[in-house]
């Protein structure tokens, strides 16, 4: 199993900057994948940034050239540096593994930090 504690959300005004960071404990070995999610009120969670295990990154279009999603596999972390920020990036942010446990991929999730973006 992995255990993910995330950090750093908060109150930002529009154009501001937020870093959220996210520590992995447990069975890090088997992660194949992180990334960061999000989920606004009467929306379902989409994904906004990943980077793979071999440090391939993806990122949700709008946050494209905004947010960069980075790895420090020395402290078990990956963060999100959050720039430009609007309104709509207003979210719980949940950070996610994607895991091999017995040959099948397995989703663990963080508790979730809230980050909003005042106009």
């Known amino acids: 199993q992995v255990h993910l504690v995330e950090s750093g959300g908060g109150l930002v005004q529009a154009g501001g900057s937020l870093r959220l960071s996210c520590v992995a404990s447990?069975?890090?070995?088997?992660?194949?994948?992180m990334g960061w999610y999000r989920q606004a009120p009467g929306r379902q969670r989409e994904m906004v940034a990943s980077i793979s295990s071999y440090g391939d990154t993806n990122y949700k279009d709008s946050v494209k050239g905004r947010f960069t999603i980075s790895s420090d596999n020395a402290k078990n972390t990956v963060h999100l540096q959050m720039n430009s920020l609007k309104p709509e990036d207003t979210a719980v942010y949940y950070c996610?593994?994607?895991?091999?446990?017995?040959?099948?991929?397995?989703?663990?999730w963080g508790q979730g930090t809230q980050v909003t973006v005042s106009s």
């Open positions: 996610n593994a994607d895991v091999m446990e017995y040959y099948s991929p397995v989703d663990y």
């Open positions: 447990g069975s890090i070995t088997n992660i194949n994948s």
